[in-house]
């Protein structure tokens, strides 16, 4: 298939940092407990028999140059229609929107493996920018079915369906 190497390429990190850039809380109402630490020390021991590299950096200043098809790309971009705390003064426009999607393209273009979660819908809103630029390049949308009851925006309303989905140029 292709090498166990990872690029993170990410506009905003998904933990949170107060106004002097200090550690401010984790995502959803999960505190570090016992259980996530043995997890994430599992995977860190997985980690060290692997070929893997993680890059956090803005998607805009990461040459595609530096990839082959033998990487793979994994991209969780600020959803365009939440509202988080990450995104409540326009950190992530339109024109983001599209941008990562053209650069998504690009990568597509030289075979290189990615997969972009998002959601399609949120609050009565749909994302179609996202949803018709899948479906055009004739990418693979798989539909997430995840439980959010320990998130900040849970909602019990069945008027505010999140669609959350993994888009993909390979097959699952």
């Known amino acids: 298939m ?3 190497k990872i ?28 259980s996530i630490r043995k997890n ?32 793979f790309c994994y991209f969780d971009p ?10 409540e003064n326009n950190n992530w426009t339109e024109n983001d929107e599209k941008d990562l ?8 273009e030289k075979n290189i493996k990615f997969a972009l979660s998002n959601v399609t819908q949120h609050r009565g809103e749909k994302n179609n920018i996202l ?3 899948a479906i055009e390049n004739k990418y693979n949308i798989n539909y997430l079915d995840y439980n959010y ?11 505010n369906i999140t669609e959350e989905v993994l888009i993909t140029n390979y097959s699952i």
């Open 40 to 71: 994430l020390l599992a995977f860190c021991e997985k980690l060290k028999n692997k070929n893997v590299e993680f890059i956090n950096e803005d998607f805009k200043k990461f040459k595609i140059d530096n990839l082959t098809p033998e990487d």
């Open 149 to 159: 009851n320990n998130s900040n925006y849970h909602s019990k309303s069945k008027m």
């Open 101 to 108: 999607l053209k650069y998504v393209d690009k990568l597509n």
């Open 131 to 133: 949803i018709d630029w």
């Open 7 to 34: 690029r993170m390429l990410d506009k905003k990190l998904h933990i949170r940092f107060n106004s002097v850039g200090e550690f401010n809380m984790p995502v959803g109402k999960r505190d570090f407990n016992g």
């Open 2 to 4: 292709f090498k166990e």
């Open 78 to 87: 600020p959803y365009f229609l939440g509202d988080a705390s990450y995104n």
